[in-house]
């Protein structure tokens, strides 16, 4: 049976060029919404709340990838550490060396992207270049070995104006530039631009993002968060 959820990813991936990845946003829908993706292929999910994450990761199979892309606390690191992917939104010191730490108790490492602030809005959250500049350059950064800065995320304002958008996703890919060239010239693994959802992906996907999150277009509507 094919359901309107398989039907929607099916579009979707369509869409994609095969380099991007899908990041299925699945926060506040149930079991049953993230199982109908896996059994469409899907493998790569996303929540944006650690206590979301700790009741549905273990109810869902094993090779699914979980992606944290909400605001993350320190003190709720250790909570996903064993299994988490890749955490998208990071963007203090502080919280750098939190997953580094508890990676290492994990005997793992532990991959994020910088959250960067490219949108027109003061609700949106992420770090300035100068700020990410002075974070890869501490004697601090260099010594984690369980922590890998795997690129850049962000979010464009909730915006009509394509060109607006465009051109903030422009920005994170300039901000991705920036960084490849003068702090992670021969890392292979700093590669990912995460940028694009359900409103602008195809916008993203013009900018160059690698990854898009996207929730509604796959799984409907929510009613909160
Ligand atoms: C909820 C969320 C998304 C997905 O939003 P949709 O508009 O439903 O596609 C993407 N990124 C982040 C950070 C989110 O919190």
Do not use: C
């Amino acid at each position: 049976m094919t359901t309107s959820i398989a039907k929607n990813l099916l579009n979707i991936k369509q869409y994609l060029p095969t380099e991007v990845t899908l990041v299925a946003v699945s926060k506040t829908k149930p079991l049953a919404d993230l199982q109908d993706s896996y059994d469409a292929g899907q493998r790569v999910f996303g929540e944006n709340k650690v206590q979301e994450l700790r009741e549905k990761e273990p109810a869902m199979p094993k090779d699914v990838q979980w992606h944290m892309i909400g605001h993350m606390q320190s003190n709720k690191v250790k909570y996903i550490a064993a299994y988490i992917d890749l955490i998208h939104g990071v963007e203090s010191i502080k919280l750098l060396k939190e997953i580094n730490k508890q990676a290492a108790k994990n005997n793992r490492v532990i991959k994020v992207l910088l959250q960067f602030y490219i949108a027109n809005e003061t609700t949106k959250f992420g770090l300035q270049l100068d700020e990410a500049k002075e974070i890869l350059s501490s004697a601090e950064f260099k010594d984690f070995q369980n922590v890998q800065v795997a690129g850049v995320m962000g979010m464009a304002s909730n915006t009509e104006d394509k060109e607006q958008v465009l051109k903030e996703f422009q920005s994170l890919k300039s901000i991705f530039n920036t960084l490849k060239t003068n702090h992670f010239p021969s890392e292979d693994y700093f590669k990912e631009i995460s940028m694009g959802m359900s409103g602008d992906y195809k916008i993203a996907i013009e900018a160059g993002s690698t990854m898009i999150r996207v929730g509604s277009s796959i799984f409907g509507k929510r009613n909160y968060v």
